[in-house]
């Protein structure tokens, strides 16, 4: 056996990044690997889709992952959040909900926190008032009259003798 003992495992990276051992869960199923005649042995294999991965990037499939995931935050960074101006990255990033950063207390345009003018214009919020306010082409307010058939509304001035049906 070369080298030193206790040393066969990971060695230590030359190119200044530090890495940390994070889990990643794929799905496993139990396969009978038994050849014929003998007694029944089993096996926990990785599903197809994962095999099949690793088989095309070959000892590259990690760094593929770690790139699709660091694609996939940019896209979802993009479309649903807005960024500040603190440094820290991780923190950065804000909900649309949220209308300023409580570290540096920047509070972004609306048409930079919603990130279009149509989704803006969703999000406004427009105060209701009880009853609507219609003025009339000589300058009156409109009067809600109920009738029969429901509200109406008419100007007193132009149409005085109008029937309240």
């Not at 070369?2 to 066969?8: D, H, P, V, W, Y």
């Not at 790139?67 to 996939?72: C, D």
């Given at each position: 056996m ?7 495992g990971r060695?230590a990276?030359?190119?200044g990044?530090?890495?940390k051992?994070v889990s990643?869960?794929i799905?496993?199923?139990e396969i009978?690997?038994t050849?014929y005649g003998?007694s ?9 889709y994962?095999?099949?991965?690793k088989?095309y990037?070959?000892v590259?499939w990690?760094d593929?992952?770690r ?6 935050v ?9 960024k500040?101006?603190?440094t ?10 949220v209308?300023?950063c409580?570290?540096?207390?920047y509070?972004?345009t609306e ?18 008032a009880k009853a ?7 300058g ?9 058939y ?6 007193k001035s ?5 029937s309240k049906?």
């Open positions: 070369a080298g030193i003992k206790g040393r066969s060695k990276r030359t190119d990044k530090k890495m051992a990643l869960y799905p496993m199923e009978d690997v050849p003998d029944a042995k089993y096996e926990w294999v990785p599903e197809a994962f095999r099949k991965f088989r990037f070959g590259r990690q593929k992952v790139w699709a995931i660091g694609k996939m940019e896209e979802h960074q993009a479309l649903h959040l807005w500040c101006q603190c820290n990255e991780v923190v950065a990033w804000h909900k649309k909900t209308d300023h409580p570290q540096c207390e509070k972004p048409y930079e926190r919603h990130k279009s003018y149509a989704e803006r214009r969703m999000n406004e919020t427009v105060p209701i609507p306010i219609k003025k009339c082409n000589c009156q307010t409109l009067e809600v009259v109920e009738g029969k429901g509200k109406t509304m008419y100007c132009c149409n005085p003798n109008r049906l």
